[in-house]
């Protein structure tokens, strides 16, 4: 169960900031955990990019070094609005994941950062295959999220974030098999890289 940490962190984007990177020091920092999802990828200035559960946009800014063509979406006003301040060279919209505000077939690249572990398992299932609707054909799924550790010293320090910034669906989707969901919703050509001692998983599928 979360503490008051968790409210404080959606709260002050100063802490969220702050958490992030310090989590991110596993994998060699901020910078290479919000392109680690995007490694291998062909994507050039024409590239449309949906950013999906987009947050304040801490990993929009990374996704426009790649191409001018991304489009946040997050179910948060306030989120939108700190995405909007901060990194005003994207498109934001305001909308549910599991019922994105798109049409079929938009996006060359969907991608989404360490958001689908607080989604409850209906919501997972609804969210990929709304990304699969989205995505062209030939169209990429691209994600960063919790893993269960494969390295046994990776367990304490995961599980210590976990109940103080997580909840119950945190724990849920380190019991998931994200490949087997996506492959049941049509994504072909799946791909799944550990880091940090198996505590992180990057995971591209394609349409």
């Known amino acids: 169960m979360a503490t008051i940490l968790r409210n404080w962190s959606y709260r ?6 702050t958490i992030s990177r310090l989590a991110a020091l596993s994998v060699g920092g901020e910078r290479r955990f919000r392109q680690l999802a995007l490694q291998g990828l062909d994507i050039t200035a024409n590239t449309h990019i949906l950013d999906l559960c987009c947050g304040g946009g801490q990993t929009t800014r990374f996704l426009l070094e790649k191409s001018p063509k991304v489009t946040g979406l997050d179910a948060s006003a306030t989120a939108i609005r700190r995405a909007s301040q901060g990194v005003p060279q994207a498109q934001y919209v305001e909308g549910l994941a599991e019922k994105m505000p798109f049409s079929d077939n938009q996006f060359d690249l969907v991608h989404i950062s360490v958001a689908l572990h607080e989604m409850e398992p209906e919501q997972l299932k609804q969210i990929l295959a709304e990304v699969y609707r989205v995505l062209k054909p030939g169209g990429m799924f691209a994600l960063i999220d919790l893993h269960k550790p494969t390295n046994l010293l990776f367990w304490p320090p995961l599980a210590v974030f976990m109940l103080l910034f997580e909840t119950h669906t945190a724990w849920q989707l ?15 050509n799946y791909h799944q890289q550990l880091y940090g001692g198996g505590s992180l998983q990057v995971v591209q599928a394609t349409k």
């Open 174 to 188: 380190l019991e998931t098999d994200l490949g087997r969901q996506l492959e049941s919703v049509g994504f072909q």
């Open 12 to 17: 002050y984007q100063w802490l969220y900031d």
